[in-house]
């Protein structure tokens, strides 16, 4: 796996890809993927961006099969919505980027559903729209669902008392939460994929620090964070690097389902792909049990292997 970059991407000649997220890691994961020759939806909640994240994509890859799909993960209607489409377009899905993300809001927000903004949108959006997709997913060739976390799950923890952080919101450990809870989700998928024989890997990736707007968009570009992010940018990986984990779990043959991948320097915060430590947290499966339980119960979707159901 010495130094895997893009260039180390096997032909995706053939293979249908979603993507979320039309910046930053979004971006460079769907174009290295469409230049591979995959047929890619970037997905996202902004139309304007979408079509230029496309457009963008074709002015590098003229060939490029790829076009943008509206899903706002802040809202579980249109994650219906958005799966629901998907369903009536098309037979099958080879793989799906669970990549989009809020980070540190510096004061609590809710999605439309009124979950908090950062555990709503990074993780029980991207678990209904896996539920959503799962019918596409388990008709797909050699199908793979990579979710994407963050170092910061290192220090998360799952407050099951407080997954919403109504009784106290900070938006660091908040986002940890929320991030380690992308990794439980991602090794718990694999463990009942391989369960219930769905077919499925479950991988999960992070992309160490990366430069992308993710920080300014969150806590805001005169927040401490933010500022460092605008005046310190050397401290940053580029985003075509950052990316280079999920490409490597979205397309390597090497990749292992139920594995986490990140970058191989500095305590993993830069460099290039290598298998990442998964925080003893993560590993609990009484806990990840516990967690898609409340998911479910959650975002009202259940894990069916014929077809997405709403939960009882």
């Not at 990549?99 to 709503?120: C, K």
């Not at 099951?160 to 990794?183: I, M, T, W």
């Not at 401290?235 to 990749?255: H, I, K, M, V």
Request: net charge positive; aromatic share 8%; charged share 20%.
């Amino acid at each position: 796996m010495a130094k895997w970059t893009a260039s180390d991407i096997p032909s995706q000649k053939g293979r249908s890809a979603i993507v979320t997220g039309t910046g930053g890691l979004g971006y460079e994961t769907a174009l290295a993927l469409a230049r591979a020759g995959g047929e890619v939806i970037i997905a996202g909640r902004n139309p304007r961006k979408g079509v230029e994240a496309v457009a963008r994509i074709r002015d590098e890859v003229p060939s490029a099969a790829v076009r943008f799909g509206e899903v706002d993960l802040a809202s579980l209607r249109s994650v219906a919505d958005f799966c629901e489409r998907l369903r009536d377009q098309g037979d099958s899905l080879d793989l799906l980027v669970n990549n989009a993300g809020v980070m540190t809001p510096p004061e609590r927000r809710e999605t439309s559903d009124g979950f908090e903004l950062q555990f709503g949108t990074n993780h029980l959006g991207h678990f209904a729209l896996t539920a959503g997709l799962l019918p596409l997913l388990r008709k797909g060739r050699n199908p793979r669902v990579v979710t994407v976390s963050s170092i910061a799950a290192r220090n998360g923890a799952i407050d099951f008392d407080d997954l919403n952080a109504e009784k106290s919101y900070r938006p660091f450990p908040v986002y940890g939460q929320s991030k380690l809870a992308c990794l439980m989700f991602a090794l718990e998928l694999h463990r009942r994929s391989k369960a219930g024989r769905w077919g499925i890997a479950g991988i999960a990736a992070h992309p160490g620090i990366t430069r992308t707007d993710l920080l300014p968009n969150g806590a805001g570009n005169d927040s401490l964070s933010g500022r460092v992010r605008r005046f310190l940018p050397f401290l940053f990986q580029p985003a075509w690097q950052g990316a280079l984990p999920t490409l490597f779990a979205a397309t390597s043959p090497e990749a292992r389902g139920g594995a986490y991948y990140g970058p191989d320097r500095l305590s993993e915060t830069r460099g290039y792909p290598i298998e990442a430590r998964v925080p003893a947290q993560a590993l609990d499966q009484g806990d990840a049990a516990r967690l898609w339980a409340a998911s479910e119960r959650l975002t009202g979707m259940t894990f069916s292997p014929g077809e997405a159901q709403v939960a009882k």
